[in-house]
Nanobody
Framework: QVQLVESGGGLVQAGGSLRLSCAASGRTFSSYHMAWFRQAPGKERELVAAINWSGGSTRYVDSVKGRFTISRDNVKNTVYLQMNSLKPEDTAVYYC???????????????????WGQGTQVTVSS
């Protein structure tokens, strides 16, 4: 199993930037594909960005393309989400998620991920 802990959320003005981090512990970090999801009040949890085990492949939801960047450091056992040009509609709780390699990548739905962090709040003011 892997344990995930997010950090880096906060309050920022529109147009600003934040960097989220997700520290993993437990099994070998490179054994997992990783992703960031978000959930706004009254909405379903949606995939924001995904990265494969090596970091060589990434995928983004259309609404964040060109603004957000997902990356990972398999030495530091950490996955990051750099968020630039933030908009009020980016306001949500952001979650780090993982599933083990050996199956199709990327998985798109929240229910298909096996491990989750506790979430970190991101609030973008207008």
């Amino acid at each position: 199993q892997v344990q995930l802990v997010e950090s880096g959320g906060g309050l920022v003005q529109a147009g600003g930037s934040l960097r989220l981090s997700c520290a993993a512990s437990g099994r070998t970090f490179s054994s997992y594909h990783m992703a960031w999801f978000r959930q706004a009040p009254g909405k379903e949890r949606e995939l924001v960005a995904a990265i494969n085990w090596s970091g060589g492949s990434t995928r983004y939801v259309d609404s964040v393309k060109g603004r957000f960047t997902i990356s990972r450091d398999n030495v530091k056992n950490t996955v990051y989400l750099q968020m630039n040009s933030l908009k009020p509609e980016d306001t949500a709780v952001y979650y780090c998620a993982a599933y083990e390699t050996g199956t199709i990548w990327p998985r798109i739905t929240a229910t298909s991920y096996d491990y989750w962090g506790q979430g970190t709040q991101v609030t973008v003011s207008s």
